[in-house]
């Protein structure tokens, strides 16, 4: 999730501020693991779970692991 946000820091919603508003404006304390959720909810949203959400994955995904997985050999 951050690295998407990271990589396609997009208008309209700028994801990147998002997260870090959320980071820096945190309500879950001021340890490092409540300033992650904090980004996490900021970005997607505040949810009764977070953990194995179903994906649809593209082609673009699919294609993207493969070609990085054989650059390196």
């Given at each position: 999730m951050y690295a998407n946000a990271a990589q396609?820091?997009?208008p309209p919603t700028y994801?990147?501020?998002k997260v870090?508003?959320?980071i820096d404006g945190c309500g879950f304390g001021?340890?490092?693991?409540?300033?992650v959720f904090g980004g996490l909810v900021a970005y997607k949203?505040?949810?009764?779970?977070?953990?194995?959400?179903?994906?649809n994955?593209?082609?673009t995904?699919?294609?993207?692991r493969w070609q990085v997985?054989?650059?390196?050999?």
């Open positions: 396609y820091n997009k994801p990147v501020n870090c508003g959320g001021d340890d490092l693991l409540g300033r949203g505040n949810r009764s779970c977070y953990v194995n959400e179903p994906t994955q593209s082609e995904s699919v294609g993207w997985q054989y650059i390196y050999i």
